[in-house]
């Protein structure tokens, strides 16, 4: 996968489709159910590359599925030698420039979507057949119902249903990202040794070990249609001293979250950024609990991330900007 923001996409999350849209294929629901068995019982390795914004990356990956634990292990072969290990969707430790990064993603839920509510956001379809890193794929489209989420192009493969190419496109049909293997072997399962973290991966503390107090001051006068609450926590940030509430949403295939810390001063300047797919985009606000800054950062059109921030209220009362 990719540093830090292609995580959840590779490493998490699974598919089944119990039911289907109106406008959606059969043959594409039968794709995505063989794809939601692979990534939950076939071991494999392989190495892949990943593009954003023109630039490449390219990384080597042990999955390996035994006695109902998927364990995985993902190295950057280019650039810094970054690194993650994961245990059944939980990071165990990480290198680098992840360490920060991934060890929030540790705290948030797995993704599980759901294709019966994910079929009333998306269109899915079968587009043809192609080759990938020279094996047999079907290519499997989902295409969004509104101007809120993103395109997804799934090349899975024929043999196994491991997802061997994945593209993401905006609405005018343009790459924002681009994740492809250029060799996989699904014979012969990694081992222990492969498996095996490296010196320079650190752990992750596990937050859940503790009980997390949820973020319940907080609430949106609007989300985009589809997209709900799937977790939300309060934490202390130890570099600036202050408490953060986090919540995530979700609509069944795409995520953001949205944070909020207290601010004083001038502190907090308004912000928008685009990273390929991913977007952060920063308010600051008045509310009846003082100024905060709200920030949105997910892969969603940045207009819907804008429009999100500038939603969030304090639970108890209306926020005011």
């Not at 995505?32 to 071991?43: F, G, H, I, M, V």
Request: net charge neutral; aromatic share 6%; hydrophobic share 40%.
């Amino acid at each position: 996968m990719r540093a830090p923001t292609l995580l959840p996409l590779l490493l998490g999350g699974c598919l089944s489709v119990p039911a289907l849209a109106a406008n959606s294929s059969t043959d594409a629901a039968d794709w995505l159910n063989r794809l939601a068995k692979a990534e939950q019982q076939q071991s494999y390795q392989g190495t892949f590359v990943y593009e954003r914004n023109g630039s490449f990356s390219t990384h080597d990956i042990w999955h390996r599925v035994q006695e109902g634990k998927v364990r995985e292990r993902l190295l950057q072969l280019d650039g810094p030698a970054l690194e993650v290990v994961r245990v059944d969707g939980r990071t165990q430790c990480v290198s680098g420039a992840l360490a920060r990064g991934v060890g929030n993603a540790a705290q948030s839920s797995p993704r599980v979507l759901d294709p019966l509510k994910l079929m009333n956001w998306y269109d899915l379809s079968v587009a043809g057949r192609s080759r990938v890193a020279g094996r047999e794929v079907e290519i499997i489209t989902l295409r969004p119902r509104d101007q809120h989420r993103y395109a997804f192009e799934l090349h899975l493969d024929r043999q196994s249903g491991l997802p061997l190419k994945s593209l993401l496109l905006n609405d005018k049909e343009q790459l924002l990202e681009r994740f492809q293997f250029t060799r996989l072997e699904t014979d012969k399962a990694p081992d222990d040794a492969q498996l095996q973290p490296s010196s320079n991966c650190k752990p992750v503390a596990q937050a859940t070990q503790q009980v997390a107090e949820a973020a319940s001051g907080w609430r949106s006068d609007w989300l985009p249609p589809g997209f709900e609450l799937v977790n939300s926590a309060v934490r202390k940030d130890p570099e600036h001293k202050s408490t953060v509430s986090s919540l995530m949403y979700d609509d069944g295939l795409a995520r953001f979250s949205v944070f909020l810390e207290p601010v004083a001063g001038n502190s907090g300047i308004d912000a928008r950024t685009q990273l390929g797919p991913t977007v952060a985009v920063s308010r600051r606000l008045t509310t009846p609990k003082g100024d905060v800054v709200v920030t949105v950062v997910g892969e969603i059109p940045i207009g819907t991330a804008e429009r999100v921030a500038l939603s969030m209220r304090a639970q108890d009362a209306h926020a005011s900007q």
